[in-house]
């Protein structure tokens, strides 16, 4: 299982899950969203990169704050 993605504790709209290449090994899986539909960089999903400024290969999608009431951190 991966570590719980800042993408989803900030409550980015643009989070869409974890995707995984195959339901019996998780090193297939990885945190993808609007910006990054192949996979959240490290420095993003884990890191201290808020994504509030454009990031090489982000499709021009940053972070946006959605309904706090959706995500709870």
Same mark, same amino acid.
């Given at each position: ?14 989070? %869409?899950?974890?995707?995984? /290449? ?13 910006? !990054?539909?192949? @996979?959240?960089?490290? %420095?993003?999903?884990?890191? /201290? ?13 940053? !972070?946006?704050? @959605? ?7």
């Amino acid at each position: 299982m991966l570590a719980e993605p800042k993408c989803f504790t900030r409550n980015c709209v643009h989070f %869409e899950g974890v995707k995984s /290449d195959s339901e019996e090994d998780e090193s297939g899986q990885r945190c993808v969203c609007a910006a !990054f539909p192949d @996979g959240i960089p490290d %420095e993003i999903a884990y890191g /201290d990169n808020l994504h509030l400024t454009p990031f090489p290969g982000d499709n021009g999608i940053t !972070f946006k704050a @959605g309904d706090a009431t959706a995500n709870p951190a």
